[in-house]
């Protein structure tokens, strides 16, 4: 059983920082690219970064310059440190990762249960 594990979420005032965590587990062969996303209340799941097994990365545009994400590939985590966090950044953030469970399958999508991220004074 493959697990996506999130941490570091909460409730932040305007201008500080986060710095979640997701830890996969369980037993797979490999480990491709990994991400997050956000979807805030009535909108749709979006895409906030994205790293991949080489370590390039892409962000959403209203992120640009202030996340940044980052892996480890020998501890399956992949982290997103968020700095000058706004209110509009409030959203459940989920963290997917595309793994292979057994030598010869494609590399599926896993999802964590999300985290919760609250910023507000």
């Known amino acids: 059983q493959v697990q996506l594990v999130e941490s570091g979420g909460g409730l932040v005032q305007p201008g500080g920082s986060l710095r979640l965590s997701c830890a996969a587990s369980?037993?797979?062969?490999?480990?491709?690219?990994m991400g997050w996303y956000r979807q805030a209340p009535g909108k749709q799941r979006e895409l906030v970064a994205h790293?991949?097994?080489?370590?390039?990365?892409n962000y959403a545009d209203s992120v640009k310059g202030r996340f940044t994400i980052s892996r480890d590939s020998a501890k399956n985590t992949v982290y997103l440190q968020m700095n000058s966090l706004k209110p509009e950044d409030t959203a459940v953030y989920y963290c997917?990762?595309?793994?292979?469970?057994?030598?010869?399958?494609?590399?599926?999508?896993?999802w964590g249960q999300g985290i919760q991220v609250t910023v507000s004074s």
């Open positions: 997917d990762a595309d793994i292979m469970q057994y030598y010869g399958d494609t590399y599926v999508p896993y």
């Open positions: 790293i991949s097994s080489g370590g390039s990365v």
């Open positions: 369980g037993s797979f062969v490999g480990l491709s690219s």
